[in-house]
C-alpha cells in the first residue's frame, strides 16, 4: 500500500508542477472536427447531386495533386510558412516539458506544492532581515537553478553580501528542495536615501 501511495503522491505533485496540454489538444480536435464536418458536408452534397457548398473533394483532390502548376511561388512559400507554424505551436507542447513555477517540498506524509511566489517571498523576507533594510529594497527571484537576491542598501550603511547569502541558503536547506538551487547575492552600487 505504501508504494501505491507514492505513486498516487508523484503523479499529484507532477501535475500540479506541469502545465496541461488541454488547451491545445482542445484546439487539435476542435480543427479536426470541423475539418471532417466539412468534408462530410460537401460529400453528401455531392452524393445527393448538389452544387458543392465551398469545393467538391474531387476537384479540391485535382487542384492539390497538380499544386505547383498554377500558384504563385510566393502565395506557396508563404502558405507553407503558415502550415509549418501552425504545426509547431501543437509540436512543442507536446515535446516541451511545461513546467510551472511551483517547486515539491518532499513530505512523508503528503504531497506539498509551493508556488515560486511563496517561496521567493519567504527568501526575500530572510535576506531583507539579514541585510536589515525595507521590504521594497529586496527582490528575490527563484528559478529552477538560481535564487537570484538583489539588494538596494540604504545610504551610508554597508551590506555583507556573503552573510545573506548564507542565510538565504540556511532558509533554502529548510524547504529540502531537491536539487537545491545556488544563490546568487547582488548588492547594487548605488543605495537608497531616506529608507
Known sequence: MKQADQ??????VRRETHSARTAAAAVAAVFGILFFAYVLLESVLQALGEKPWLIDPPTFGRWLAD???DVDPVILGLSGTLIFLAGLLFFLPA???GRRARYSLPNPRAAVVVDG????ASLARCARMRAGVTPQQVLVTVGRTVVEVQIRPTSGT???AEAVRSAVEDE???TNLDPQPAVRVRVAEAG???Q
Do not use: N
Not at 7 to 12: C, L, P, Q
Not at 117 to 120: D, F, H, I
Open 117 to 120: 511566489e511563496v517561496l521567493a
Open 158 to 160: 554597508p551590506v555583507d
Open 95 to 97: 515535446v516541451l516539458p
Open 7 to 12: 505513486e498516487v503522491t508523484g503523479r499529484i
Open 67 to 69: 499544386l505547383p502548376a
Open 192 to 194: 537608497v536615501i531616506g
Open 172 to 174: 533554502l536547506l529548510l
